[in-house]
């Protein structure tokens, strides 16, 4: 499958490991690939962003965000708050228990790169069965963020919540 990727989407691959190794992750998932998409020039999320004024970093703002809080989203923040639950306060006392600081984590096995989840696995193979649909044989960021898009969870709410649909990728893709 790795053949099918065009330049854009190998350097998404390559981007996500340099961001979960920067953000002190253990594993490459899809809030990885995704933080790679968004710093591609090309591809329709930065256009779909755009056009609901939306810029990148907020996007990366709110990943972060998730990856902080281990995927919990925002709603069930709000529905632990209602019984008293602080989050964010929860976290924080966990991170300084732990003592665990930004690049305590060790790089892959013996230093080397870093697995890929299984849900970040599902994205690059479902990203193939969008290039499939659309008739196209390369693999595309597109695809990739239509895989990403295709996977409920916090990752794709994050991108729902700036305006970033299936249906909006694919009008800018000129498909419906």
Known sequence: MFERFDRAVKAVVVGSQAIAVEKSCTH????????????????ALNRVLAENGVEPDEVEAELDTMR??????????EALAAIGIDVEDMLDRLSKDSGESSGSRRRGFFGGHLPFSDAARRVLLRSLEEAKELGEKRITVDHVLLAVLGVQGPVADVLAD???????VRRHLGAT
């Open 68 to 77: 902080r809080r281990g995927g919990v989203s925002d709603a069930e923040v």
């Open 28 to 43: 490459v998932d899809s809030s990885h690939l995704t933080s790679a998409l968004l710093r591609q020039p090309v591809g």
């Open 162 to 168: 700036a305006g970033v649909t299936r249906s909006a």
